[in-house]
C-alpha cells in the first residue's frame, strides 16, 4: 500500500498523528508530513499499513491518498 | 540601476550569448548555425547524456534523464520550456528570449522530435519576452509543431514546475504535491517535459557535436561591472567576481543560487562554479545567480530580506511552510534590530533540522537554507546582533536597511542590459 500526504490540502486538524503516530509527523503548528524514510513512491511497511487506513478515512479534508 | 554588462569569459568561445547586441532575428540565427540538421531522436537523447548537461532552472537533475523519462511514455507528449524565472536575483532565462528566442525554439522543437512532443508551450511572465518569442515564432513556416506562448504573473513559486503545469491547465500557478510528477501526468493529463529556458538553449550547440560545458551566470551585488556573462563550469568564484566583476580580492560573502542556495562567507573565493562541489560545500550554484555583498551588507540584515521574501512569496499552501517561512523571517529580524535574544536563536536552529522537506515544493527549503547558512557561515556576526545592548544598539548596516518596503532584495532587471555586449574584459 502506497499513500500520499497532499499537504496542500492538509488543515492541521492532526488525527493521522493520532491514529499513526509512527507514519505522519506534525510540525509545531499541527501540519502533517510523512516521516523521514516513507514517501509516496514506496510501500508502507505492512505493519503500518491499518494505522496508515484509519488516518486516510478519518482525515477530515481527505489529504491522505492511496495510490495506485 | 546599474548597467547589467553581458559577456563571456576570455576562456569560451559563447554559445548562448551572442557577440552581438540587439535582438537575433532568424536569418540572424541561421547565418550563425541555427536551425540546421544534427543529431535527433534518441541519438539526441544519448549525447545530452554524454554532455553531462543538468537542468540550468535550478535543481541541476539530469536533462537526458527527463528526456527519457518523457519519451518513454506511449502516447501524446507535450513540451514545457520553463522561462518564468522566478529567482528575483537571476535574468538569464529573460534575456534569452528577450535577445535570442530563435535559440530557445530550435532547442524546443529538437527536444520535442526526440520525445515525440507535438506540441510546445513557451512558459514565461515577462511580457518582453513573450513579445519576442511572438514575433520569432511569426518567423516560422507554419505546422513545424503547435508552439504557443503562456503567459503568466510573475512570482516566485509561478516558475516550479507543477505550478507551471497547473497554470497552463487552467488552475492557479502554484504548485502541487508530488507524485505525479509533470513526466507522468502534466499538461491535459498528457507526459510533459518541462526544462527550463537555458537548459533547452543548449540542445542546438549538442545536436551539432558541441560541449555544454558553460552556463549563464548573473553576477549582481557590491561589483563595478554587474551583469550576465557566459562562464565555463569549474572555474573559481574569485576569478569570475574579479575577472568580470571587477572586484579586488575576496569580499564579505555571497548570496548563491539565485535566494535558493543562501549565504556564503568569504570562504567561497575559492571555490569552483560546479554543481557538486558547491553543494558537498553547503552551498549551490542553482539557477546560477551570486550576488556579492560588499562592506555595506550585514548578512544577518540581509538573511532577514531573504526570510522576509520567502516569508511573502510562499504558495500559502503548505502549513509548514508559510508558519516556517514566517516564524524564521521573525527571528532573523528581531535578530537584525538587536531585539533576539539566544532562545530565539536555538528555535531557528531547530527549524533549520525541522523543517526540510515538509513542503510540497522546495520553497521552505529555500527558506531554510538562508537561515542555517546564516547560522553557520557567519556566526561571528549573529552572535554580535544578540548581545547589541537593544535597539539603539543595533548593527549600523541593519539600521540603515529598510526592512518594511525591501521587496526583492538584489533583484536583476532585465530592462538593465546594455544592448551591446561589452569587449572589455
Known sequence: MKIKLDRTLCDGFGKCAVHAPTVFSLDEWGYASLERGLSADNDLPPELEQPALRALLDCPVHAIIERP | ?425
Open chain 2, 1 to 425: 540601476m546599474l548597467a547589467l554588462t553581458t559577456g563571456a569569459h576570455p576562456a569560451v568561445r559563447p554559445r548562448l550569448i551572442r557577440g552581438q547586441g540587439g535582438w537575433e532575428d532568424r536569418a540572424a540565427y541561421e547565418a550563425a548555425g541555427g536551425y540546421q540538421p544534427g543529431l535527433a531522436g534518441a541519438d539526441l537523447i544519448d549525447a545530452v547524456a554524454a554532455s553531462g548537461l543538468r537542468g540550468r532552472g535550478g535543481a541541476a537533475f539530469p536533462v537526458a534523464r527527463k528526456l527519457g523519462a518523457v519519451a518513454a511514455r506511449a502516447g501524446e507528449k507535450v513540451v514545457l520550456v520553463n522561462g518564468e524565472e522566478g529567482e528575483p536575483a537571476s535574468v538569464k532565462d529573460r534575456w534569452l528570449l528577450r535577445a535570442r528566442p530563435h535559440l530557445v525554439i530550435d532547442g524546443a522543437l529538437r527536444a520535442a522530435r526526440a520525445i515525440g512532443a507535438g506540441t510546445v508551450y513557451f512558459y514565461v511572465s515577462d511580457a518582453a519576452a513573450a513579445a519576442s518569442l511572438g514575433t520569432a515564432l511569426a518567423e516560422l513556416p507554419a505546422r513545424l509543431a503547435d508552439l504557443r506562448v503562456f503567459q503568466v504573473e510573475p512570482g516566485y513559486v509561478a516558475g516550479e514546475e507543477t505550478a507551471a503545469v497547473n497554470a497552463i491547465n487552467g488552475r492557479p500557478a502554484k504548485p502541487s504535491e508530488k507524485p505525479p510528477r509533470p513526466f507522468e501526468e502534466g499538461i491535459g493529463r498528457l507526459p510533459t517535459l518541462v526544462s527550463n529556458a537555458e537548459s533547452v538553449a543548449c540542445l542546438p550547440g549538442i545536436a551539432a557535436g558541441l560541449p555544454a560545458d558553460t552556463f549563464l551566470l548573473t553576477l549582481g551585488g557590491a561589483i563595478s561591472r554587474p551583469g550576465l556573462y557566459e562562464v565555463p563550469f569549474g572555474i573559481p568564484v574569485g576569478e569570475v567576481t574579479e575577472v568580470l566583476g571587477g572586484l579586488a580580492g575576496p569580499p564579505r560573502g555571497y548570496v548563491m543560487g539565485g535566494y535558493f542556495a543562501g549565504l556564503l562567507n568569504a570562504r567561497g573565493h575559492g571555490l569552483p562554479l560546479d554543481h557538486d562541489t558547491l553543494k558537498g560545500a553547503g552551498s549551490g550554484l542553482g539557477c546560477g545567480a551570486i550576488t556579492v555583498l560588499g562592506p555595506d551588507d550585514c548578512p544577518v540584515g540581509v538573511a532577514a530580506l531573504l526570510l522576509a521574501y520567502f516569508g511573502r512569496e510562499n504558495a500559502g499552501q503548505c502549513g509548514s511552510c508559510f508558519n516556517g517561512t514566517a516564524a524564521m523571517a521573525g527571528v532573523a529580524l528581531a535578530l537584525a534590530r538587536g531585539e533576539a535574544g539566544p532562545a530565539q536563536v536555538r528555535r531557528l536552529e531547530h527549524w533549520c533540522g525541522f523543517l526540510p522537506g515538509r513542503g510540497a515544493c522546495a520553497t521552505l527549503d529555500g527558506a531554510v537554507n538562508v537561515a542555517a547558512t546564516l547560522l553557520r557561515e557567519f556566526p561571528a556576526q549573529v552572535e554580535a546582533h544578540l548581545t547589541a545592548a537593544g535597539p539603539g544598539d543595533a548593527c549600523p548596516a541593519c539600521a540603515a536597511t529598510d526592512f518594511l518596503t525591501t521587496d526583492r532584495p538584489f533583484a536583476s532587471d532585465p530592462e538593465s542590459i546594455t544592448p551591446h555586449v561589452e569587449a572589455a574584459l
